[in-house]
């Protein structure tokens, strides 16, 4: 049982796209697009490949299979579903005391339906990254020696697989999950 007691300052946090929305933060969505904006189900966004009805119905990504094989060729210290609570609210809960994540939003690309949502409904961005999991739909914490392996294994096994941060010590006051914009987070 993987319970994140293992997880240490220095760590890898490898994160796996999702498939879009999932199920999480469907009614903010719905608001904004349908109600407030008034766009028709059919009609695509700028920068999206599909109406918006077809990028709301994308079954969620499933992870099990991957994952499983992850943990059985790699030492594995945390693994983080993100759902209701996002980024910020589901690492967390697996982070032993005094280890934080510090995540850099520009690791990986945050699919567009998030930012229209975001500027239709003039969302926060805090409230983005607390609502939905914006673009990132699994997370495993891994030593970071380990880390480009498990990238490129877990991109062999179909997912998209990306180093979206790493564990720090904790800092009084801080929240566990904190984001920057440059690389190298």
């Not at 199920?23 to 695509?44: H, K, T, V, W, Y």
């Not at 059985?72 to 210290?77: D, G, Q, R």
């Amino acid at each position: 049982i993987l319970t994140g007691e293992n997880i240490r300052p220095g760590d890898a946090v490898i994160g796996l796209a999702s498939s879009g929305l999932h199920s999480n933060g469907f009614s903010l969505a719905r608001r904004i697009l349908l109600e407030q904006a008034r766009l028709p189900l059919d009609m695509s966004l700028e920068g999206m490949n599909q109406a918006i009805g077809e990028t709301l119905l994308t079954p969620t990504r499933i992870y099990v299979r991957s994952v499983l094989q992850l943990i059985k060729e790699f030492s594995i210290n945390g693994l983080a579903h993100i759902t209701g609570g996002g980024l910020p609210g589901n690492i967390p809960r697996i982070l032993p005391k005094g280890c934080m994540a510090r995540l850099d939003k520009g690791a990986w690309t945050t699919p567009k339906i998030f930012s229209h949502i975001q500027n239709l409904g003039h969302v926060e961005e805090e409230e983005m990254y607390r609502v939905f999991n914006m673009g990132i739909g699994f997370v495993l914490i891994v030593p970071s020696e380990k880390s480009d392996a498990v990238i490129e294994r877990a991109n062999q096994l179909g997912d998209q697989a990306f180093c979206i941060g790493n564990i720090v010590e904790e800092l009084q006051g801080s929240p566990c999950v904190t984001f920057s914009s440059e690389s190298g987070a």
